[in-house]
């Protein structure tokens, strides 16, 4: 199956806890600079299978050939272990990846407070 499959649009800006979410691993990893981004920032599809991963569209920056993941684990509001990835291409915030370990569908997003940076 593609991406293009697995996803659904949605557009609208980031939540609050997207918003925490992202700030935490990009600082906590050194990433600081991204931050800025945020604000320019919005969900343009979501996974349909019912996770909270989203893709990412960063309005008025320049792209440049910066690409990385940072990645993080710990558990979601319902005790369920979960992977969390920050994708960055073309040096842009593209894709905030939360998954489950256990193959779980619907969760919510995660406390960063029961994250671990990886």
Request: aromatic share 6%; charged share 25%.
């Amino acid at each position: 199956m593609n991406k293009e499959t697995l996803f659904v649009e949605e557009h609208r800006d980031l939540s609050a806890k997207e918003v925490d979410l992202i700030k935490w691993l990009l600082t906590k990893t050194n990433h600081s600079e991204f931050i800025e981004q945020i604000g320019k920032t919005k969900v343009v599809s979501k996974c349909s299978c019912g996770c909270p991963t989203v893709d990412l569209q960063v309005e008025g920056y320049e792209s440049k050939p910066v690409r990385f993941v940072l990645s993080a684990e710990g558990f979601s509001p319902e005790g369920i272990a979960v992977g969390v990835i920050l994708h960055v291409r073309n040096g842009l915030v593209s894709e905030l990846e939360v998954y489950s370990q256990d193959g779980t569908k619907v969760f919510g997003l995660p406390e960063i407070d029961r994250l671990q940076v990886l």
